[in-house]
C-alpha cells in the first residue's frame, strides 16, 4: 500500500483551518420574529444560537439598519422592546439586526424587517398641546374629509395604558388629562387606513406685550405663564427699519428709545428650566410709534436761514422806499455859497418855477375892474 506524506499534511491542514475559522466566530441567532404590543412598542424575540461553546452566556447586540442606526445591548435575554415612532417608518422599512458575543466570540448578525400594524403616514402637521389655559391641543389635518381618532401615553414607560384625546364640538381641538400635559406623552393618530405616530410640540400662548415710553427709554413688560419656571424672552424688533434682537429672563426691561423712530415688535417665550421644550409661537408685529419727530436743532437749522432771508429782503425793501430820508441829498459848499450870494433863502432848494395844480386854475374867474377915477382924470 503507497502512502503520500503530502496528501495526509494536506487534509490535515484544512481540517485545522476549518476548525480555527469555525472558532473565531459564533452562530448566528435564529427564529427572529417581532409583535407590537402597542402602536409605540415594539418586542423582537429570538433563539439561542446552536452548538454554543461551552460556559457561553451570550450577550445580545441589537442594531438599527435605518438611517441613524442605535446599537443596544440586551444581557442574556432574547428579547428586545424598544419605543419607535413613525418617523422612522413612514419613508422606509424598519430593519433591525441581532448578533451576540460571548469568550470574545462575535456572531453574524441575523437580520429581520419590520411591519407596522398599519401603513405609517403624516394624517395632520403641527400638533400642539397648550399647557396654559385653555388646556387645549390643536392641529392640522391633512385631509379635511378623515375621521380621525387622537391616543395618547407616556414616552417613558414601556408598559401603560393609552388614552384618550376627547375631541369635543370645536373643530380640531382635543383635551388631555391636565396631569399629562406637562409629561413627556406620545400621540398616535388613527384613520381607517394609516396610523401616525410622534411627539407633540409643547406650548403655550403667546402672552401680550406692553409698551410704554418712560422718557428717553421703551418699558417693556409681559407677564410669564404660571405653568413652569424660568421663562425667556426672545425679543427681535425694528428701530427706523433697522433690525435688532434682545433676549432677556425679567418681566420688564427698559431699551433706549428715539421718538423719531417707528417701533415694530415680534416676539417669543420659551421655558430654560425643563428637559421638555415648551415654548409659544412667534406673535404678530406689535408696532409703536408715529416717526413724528420735533428736533429744536433740526427746526432751528431750516428756520433761521428763512427768517434770515425774510429779513435781508425787507430791509432792502425799507432801504429803498425811504432812501431820501436815510440818506439825504447834501449840496456841495461851493454851490450853497452861489446860492447865497444870489439871495436865495432857502439854498437847499433848486430853482424851480411856482406851479399851480391845473385843477385849481380852471376853477378861477377872470374879470375886469373899470377904474372910474382913471377915467374922469383923463
Not at 102 to 118: G, Q, V
Request: with cysteine; aromatic share 10%.
Amino acid at each position: 500500500m503507497d502512502h503520500n506524506p503530502g496528501g495526509v499534511f494536506f487534509l490535515l491542514f484544512l481540517t485545522t483551518l476549518t476548525y480555527s475559522n469555525a472558532a473565531d466566530h459564533l452562530p448566528a441567532p435564529t427564529q427572529l420574529q417581532y409583535k407590537w404590543l402597542d402602536p409605540f412598542i415594539l418586542e423582537v424575540s429570538w433563539k439561542n444560537p446552536p452548538d454554543l461553546p461551552r460556559d457561553c452566556r451570550p450577550a445580545y447586540m441589537v442594531e438599527e439598519l435605518n438611517e441613524g442606526r442605535r446599537r443596544t445591548q440586551v444581557t442574556e435575554n432574547q428579547t428586545f422592546s424598544q419605543f419607535f415612532l413613525s418617523e422612522k417608518m413612514i419613508s422606509s422599512p424598519l430593519m433591525l439586526s441581532v448578533a451576540a458575543e460571548c469568550l470574545d466570540l462575535k456572531s453574524k448578525a441575523a437580520n429581520i424587517t419590520i411591519s407596522p400594524t398599519k401603513p405609517h403616514a403624516e394624517l395632520v402637521k403641527n400638533f400642539k398641546c397648550f399647557e396654559d389655559h385653555p388646556r387645549e391641543c390643536t392641529w392640522i389635518p391633512q385631509n379635511r374629509s378623515q375621521n380621525l381618532r387622537f391616543l395618547y401615553r407616556s414616552c417613558s414607560r414601556l408598559e401603560e395604558p393609552l388614552h384618550t384625546c376627547v375631541q369635543q364640538s370645536e373643530e380640531h381641538v382635543c383635551f388631555m388629562n391636565q396631569r399629562d400635559l406637562k409629561r413627556d406623552v406620545c400621540v398616535v393618530v388613527e384613520s381607517d387606513t394609516h396610523m401616525n405616530t410622534f411627539k407633540p410640540e409643547h406650548a403655550v400662548h403667546v402672552p401680550p406685550l406692553d409698551v410704554t415710553a418712560d422718557g428717553n427709554y421703551l418699558l417693556l413688560t409681559w407677564t410669564p405663564s404660571d405653568v413652569r419656571n424660568l421663562w425667556k424672552f426672545e425679543l427681535w424688533y425694528k428701530e427706523c427699519d433697522e433690525p435688532k434682537t434682545a433676549t432677556f429672563k425679567e418681566s420688564t426691561v427698559r431699551i433706549p428709545y428715539d421718538p423719531c423712530c417707528i417701533y415694530h415688535f415680534q416676539y417669543r417665550v420659551r421655558c430654560t428650566g425643563s428637559e421638555i421644550f415648551v415654548s409659544s409661537s412667534n406673535s404678530s408685529v406689535q408696532t409703536y410709534g408715529s416717526g413724528k419727530c420735533y428736533n429744536a436743532a433740526i427746526i432751528v437749522a431750516i428756520v433761521a436761514p428763512i427768517l434770515l432771508f425774510l429779513c435781508v429782503l425787507l430791509s432792502c425793501y425799507c432801504f429803498r422806499r425811504h432812501k431820501d430820508i436815510i440818506c439825504p441829498i447834501i449840496p456841495y459848499p461851493s454851490n450853497l455859497l452861489k446860492e447865497l450870494m444870489n439871495g436865495t433863502k432857502d439854498p437847499g432848494k433848486p430853482n424851480t418855477l411856482l406851479t399851480t395844480d391845473q385843477e385849481v386854475l380852471d376853477d378861477v374867474k377872470v374879470s375886469l375892474v373899470t377904474d372910474r377915477t382913471s377915467q374922469q382924470s383923463v
